[in-house]
Each structure stands twice: as structure tokens, then as C-alpha cells.
């Protein structure tokens, strides 16, 4: 039965057919350019194609089968012929043929250019080169067509659909039984051209088809499936734990579900023509994937490169534990959005995760911390004034800001926010903090100078505004804390306070300067600070009769 019809570009010649599934030579043609994968079994000379053959010239063209496959099979042929000729690139009668597929799977009257819109195109009455991106479905197309359709690999050297990427039929539900004995065959579990190892529609052990929908399903004892070469897939899920490995997955969906309490790791190369869109609760490994990525669920991980930018609505882990991810675009953090980093020592993707983002980045939602490497224990400043800084996010550029810091699974409130900084006090002048630089955001930790009421690094006037607003001799009105400037953890803001703030005066930051001697700023604090706090003394403890 007709299935599908396109008008093809021819190749020039071809110098590999395949007889009966099995490769051999043939002498080249007048005009060969390359070693291409093509034609299949030679019908007699002047045999036309009827029912729908409707190409001018038919009783003069060489028709070709282009499919030794159980019910299914396709017909082409070679360019130009008797009446129009043979050698013109630009007479579109000379250029076109008919490429026809028949057989279980594929949609009848379907259009091949339809069924391939991301890795074909229709040339129209141009003559593409061999070096667009998109091609026109070729004659040439028709030998690694057939051998995908066989389950076996390309013909060596060609470079036409030398990835097999050309689809014929509708998608098929494919799932993966692996070894699992209890369904049909038991596969090897491992390889992905083993038929035994899938059930298609239902059928079990059918070979994986280009476009097919691809499911993992749990119940085979092996777990690392190697690919075989490039697979392109219409999408992919996972409902048990499996690692892909071997050359380029294209989803050409762009459609990856992983179900929760799963981890899906794919080491090989992913792709899509549109963009890849993760679902489910489960956690996603990757290696390096050329696509936007959007995270819609659950978690991205892994020391990954990703050629593209990435929307985060879920969890993004750099690393396999500690590790980097690179964004060769922008990073954008949408609310609830998390970003979950481990943190153990100073260097970026050794000791502490990092992302590295060439382009913007807009932050959002959560940055959880977690203070170990799976291994020790990060201890934080002891010293005062001492603080570490983790380069947690690189970037061009940045908007936006985390709105909560989880430290070890617990939230922060956060003690005070401006435009480039959260800063989260936690007893006794420790602070936990996100400091956000003109190219990098950095988790800091810091065991703060007394007299430094709001920890960014430095004793100047506004801390003294915090004394100041705060000076309660007595401590009737306390609780006090450090960022009112009790200093000494004594439940009261007094003199004793001020003098830890006067001694460590230094609005340029901590040990600017070594001199013993203070700053004429700092006499001025004292004498203007005596003054003041004698004013506000007076007040608290009222006139002498």
C-alpha cells in the first residue's frame, strides 16, 4: 500500500549498494563525489512504478527498492533520464525524483518532509549543496534507511543519513525489558540494537525504530545501556534507574519524564531540534546536551556542559557530588526555584560546586547549602574578622536575587537585604551570607569584627546608627542581640559596646590600616559618640532634682 511520497533530491551516483542485506561494490558512476550509502536492489531497466507513479520520464528512470524488511519496503530511483537528461543541477527536471515508503507503521498518503521538519527540508526549485543544514531527502538517503529499518548500523564511510535519522513511520511505544526473562526474549540487557530487549506496542522483542517513544521500565537486572551509535527518539522516560552511554541521543520532542525516586543518567551526548523539557520528580544526570533545557520538575545534576540556556523551575545540583555545571548561554531561576550547592573548602569545582554561566544570569527562589562534601564536614571562621567565600555562581551578567538561604536543610531569616547582598545573622556576630559581585555570587561566611552590627565587613556610621537607636544601658528594653551592637552577648547596649565599636572603627573594612593610632574619623566617632550617648543616657535615667 502507498504510505508516504516527497520529491527527493537526487545524489549524483552512488558507490555502495546493498543486494539481499548484504553490502557490496560496485563500479562508480561518471560524476561520483563521495562514498555514499544508497540504492538497494536494481530493478530491470524501463520497469515503471504503477498506481502512483506520476514522475515524467518514469519508463526511462532506474527504480530502486529501498527496504528488505518485513513488511515494510520504499521505491526510488536515480535522477534525470532519457528525455530531460542527466548532467544539469539547475533543471528541476533532471534533479527530482520519487521516493516512496510502504508498510506496517507508516501513515498513509503521509508526507516524509512532515514526518521530518527538524532534519529535512523541502528544496522547492532550488538545488541545495551537500553542506546545508538542512538537507532534501535524497535517493542517497535510501540505504542507511533501509539497514535502520534491519536494526543494523551505517554503511562504513557514507555521509548521507549516515545517522540514520531519516523517519519513516509513525512513533511507535517502545519499552525496555532488558534481560527481564518474564518478557518474551530475554534481551542482554545492555545493548540498544537487541531487539529482545524491547516490546513494541505491545509485541515484544521488536527492534527500536527511529522516532519511536522510549520508556524504561524497571525488573532487568542491568542498568547501563550502551546507545550503539547516534539513536534519535520522539521522547524518553524513565521509571527505573538507568545509565545511557555511547555517542548523541536526539529527542526530537525534546520530551525527558523521569519518574520520582528515580535518577535518570544519560553519559552520552543528548540533542533536540526544539528545546528539552524535564518532568517528573526524578533526578536527571547529564554529560553535555546542545538544547535550551528547561527544568520544569524534580532535579538536573551533573559535572555537565550544556550548549544552550536553562530554565530552572526545579532543582539544579552541580556535580556527581561536588562538581561544576557550564551554561554556554543565560541561567534563569524561576520562583520556587532551587539551586542546591555543596560547600567544603575553597576551590571551585573541587571543593565546592559551582555554575558557571556565560551569559545572564536572574536569580530566584532558593540557594540551599549544604556544608560537607558527602565526606567531612566544612568548619566554619573561629577567629574574628576571618570569613571564606564561595564563587558559587559565575556570570556576564546578573538580575534578580535568591529570596530565602537553606543552610544544611534549615531556612535562614534573613537580618538584613539590599540590592547586592542576604545577610543572615546566626549568634554572636557569625554570619551567613549571599554577596552578590559584578560577575560572580558568593556564599560568604563570616565571624565578624566586634562593632560590626550588620556584618558586611566593615565598622562605620551606620553601625554606630545601630548603637545608637538601640543604647539601652540597663537592658530594660532588650532582648538585645549583635545587630542592635551587643557586642559582648550581655542582653544590653552600653558603653562597653561603643568601645568595642570605637577600637575597631573602620568604615573602609576590616585591617585597612594597621596603625594603633585611630583615624581622625575615629576621634570624631568617639568625641561626637560620647556626646551623643551622654544625651541619650540622660534621657533613659532622667535630670537630677
Given at each position: 500500500m502507498f504510505a508516504s511520497k516527497i520529491d527527493g533530491r537526487s545524489s549524483i551516483s552512488t558507490e555502495k549498494f546493498l543486494t539481499k542485506a548484504k553490502v557490496c561494490q560496485a563500479p562508480r558512476q561518471r560524476g561520483a563525489s563521495g562514498p555514499w550509502g544508497s540504492c538497494i536492489v536494481e530493478l530491470p531497466r524501463h520497469r515503471s512504478f504503477r498506481g502512483h507513479g506520476r514522475s515524467r520520464d518514469s519508463h526511462q528512470r532506474r527504480w530502486s527498492t529501498c527496504g528488505v524488511f518485513p513488511g515494510s519496503s520504499g521505491l526510488t530511483s536515480d535522477h534525470g533520464g532519457a528525455i530531460f537528461g542527466h548532467f544539469d543541477p539547475f533543471d528541476h527536471n533532471q534533479f527530482t525524483i520519487p521516493f516512496y515508503v510502504w508498510g506496517g507503521g507508516?501513515?498513509?498518503?503521509?508526507?516524509?518532509?512532515?514526518?521530518?521538519p527538524f532534519t529535512r527540508a523541502s528544496p522547492g526549485l532550488s538545488t541545495p549543496t551537500y553542506t546545508e543544514p538542512l538537507q532534501p531527502i535524497r535517493n542517497g538517503d535510501s540505504g542507511n534507511l533501509a539497514l535502520s529499518l534491519l536494526g543494523l548500523p551505517v554503511v562504513d564511510g557514507s555521509s548521507i543519513n549516515a545517522v540514520q535519522d531519516l523517519i519513516v513511520t509513525l512513533p511507535a511505544d517502545l519499552e525496555w525489558n532488558g534481560d527481564d526473562a518474564s518478557v518474551g526474549m530475554a534481551g542482554d540487557g545492555t545493548s540498544w540494537r537487541d531487539e529482545d530487549n524491547w516490546t513494541r506496542n505491545g509485541a515484544v522483542d521488536k527492534p527500536f525504530l527511529v522516532g519511536d517513544r522510549v520508556t524504561f521500565l524497571p525488573g532487568a537486572s542491568q542498568d547501563s545501556i550502551g546507545l550503539?551509535?547516534?539513536?534519535?527518539?520522539?521522547?524518553?522516560?524513565?521509571e527505573a534507574d538507568y545509565t545511557l552511554t555511547g555517542d548523541t541521543l536526539t529527542i526530537t520532542s525534546g520530551n525527558i519524564i523521569v519518574d520520582d525516586q528515580?535518577?535518570?543518567?544519560?553519559?552520552?551526548?543528548?540533542?533536540?531540534?526544539?528545546?528539552?523539557?524535564?518532568?517528573?520528580?526524578?533526578?536527571?544526570?547529564?554529560?553535555?546536551?546542545?538544547?535550551?533545557?528547561?527544568?520544569?520538575?524534580?532535579?538536573?545534576?551533573?559535572?555537565?556542559?550544556?550548549?544552550?540556556?536553562?530554565?530552572?523551575?526545579?532543582?539544579?545540583?552541580?556535580?556527581?557530588?561536588?562538581?561544576?555545571?557550564?551554561?554556554?548561554?543565560?541561567?534563569?531561576?524561576?520562583?520556587?526555584?532551587?539551586?542546591?550547592?555543596?560547600?567544603?573548602?575553597?576551590?571551585?569545582?573541587?571543593?565546592?560546586?559551582?555554575?558557571?554561566?556565560?551569559?545572564?544570569?536572574?536569580?530566584?527562589?532558593?540557594?540551599?547549602?549544604?556544608?560537607?562534601?558527602?565526606?567531612?564536614?566544612?568548619?566554619?571562621?573561629?577567629?574574628?574578622?576571618?570569613?571564606?567565600?564561595?564563587?558559587?555562581?559565575?556570570?556576564?551578567?546578573?538580575?534578580?536575587?535568591?529570596?530565602?538561604?537553606?543552610?544544611?536543610?534549615?531556612?535562614?531569616?534573613?537580618?538584613?537585604?539590599?540590592?547586592?547582598?542576604?545577610?543572615?545573622?546566626?549568634?554572636?556576630?557569625?554570619?551567613?551570607?549571599?554577596?552578590?559581585?559584578?560577575?560572580?555570587?558568593?556564599?560568604?561566611?563570616?565571624?565578624?569584627?566586634?562593632?560590626?552590627?550588620?556584618?558586611?565587613?566593615?565598622?562605620?556610621?551606620?553601625?554606630?546608627?545601630?548603637?545608637?537607636?538601640?543604647?539601652?544601658?540597663?537592658?530594660?528594653?532588650?532582648?538585645?542581640?549583635?545587630?542592635?551592637?551587643?557586642?559582648?552577648?550581655?542582653?544590653?547596649?552600653?558603653?562597653?559596646?561603643?568601645?568595642?565599636?570605637?577600637?575597631?572603627?573602620?568604615?573602609?573594612?576590616?585591617?585597612?590600616?594597621?596603625?594603633?593610632?585611630?583615624?581622625?574619623?575615629?576621634w570624631l566617632l568617639i568625641v561626637l559618640g560620647l556626646s551623643g550617648l551622654g544625651s541619650v543616657s540622660r534621657r533613659h535615667f532622667g535630670s537630677p532634682a
Open positions: 507508516a501513515e498513509a498518503g503521509g508526507d516524509l518532509y512532515a514526518m521530518n550503539q551509535g547516534d539513536q534519535i527518539v520522539t521522547s524518553v522516560a524513565f528515580v535518577t535518570a543518567t544519560i553519559s552520552s551526548k543528548l540533542s533536540s531540534p526544539t528545546s528539552l523539557i524535564k518532568t517528573g520528580e526524578g533526578h536527571l544526570q547529564l554529560e553535555e546536551a546542545t538544547a535550551n533545557l528547561f527544568v520544569s520538575e524534580g532535579g538536573l545534576g551533573g559535572n555537565t556542559v550544556v550548549f544552550g540556556s536553562v530554565v530552572n523551575s526545579g532543582e539544579i545540583t552541580p556535580g556527581n557530588s561536588i562538581g561544576t555545571m557550564t551554561i554556554v548561554g543565560d541561567l534563569i531561576s524561576l520562583f520556587p526555584a532551587t539551586l542546591s550547592m555543596e560547600v567544603f573548602g575553597s576551590d571551585p569545582g573541587v571543593s565546592h560546586d559551582q555554575i558557571i554561566v556565560s551569559g545572564f544570569a536572574r536569580f530566584d527562589g532558593i540557594l540551599a547549602v549544604s556544608r560537607t562534601d558527602g565526606n567531612e564536614v566544612y568548619a566554619e571562621p573561629s577567629q574574628r574578622g576571618d570569613h571564606d567565600e564561595f564563587s558559587i555562581v559565575r556570570y556576564a551578567a546578573r538580575g534578580g536575587a535568591f529570596r530565602q538561604l537553606h543552610y544544611n536543610g534549615v531556612p535562614l531569616t534573613p537580618s538584613f537585604i539590599d540590592g547586592s547582598s542576604l545577610r543572615s545573622h546566626q549568634g554572636g556576630g557569625l554570619f551567613r551570607s549571599v554577596i552578590y559581585g559584578a560577575t560572580s555570587a558568593e556564599l560568604q561566611i563570616l565571624f565578624a569584627e566586634e562593632g560590626d552590627a550588620d556584618g558586611d565587613q566593615d565598622v562605620d556610621i551606620t553601625d554606630f546608627n545601630f548603637l545608637a537607636s538601640n543604647f539601652d544601658p540597663t537592658g530594660g528594653s532588650g532582648p538585645h542581640d549583635w545587630t542592635h551592637a551587643d557586642f559582648d552577648g550581655d542582653d544590653d547596649v552600653d558603653i562597653t559596646d561603643f568601645g568595642f565599636l570605637a577600637a575597631n572603627f573602620a568604615p573602609n573594612g576590616y585591617g585597612v590600616s594597621d596603625s594603633l593610632v585611630p583615624e581622625p574619623s575615629a
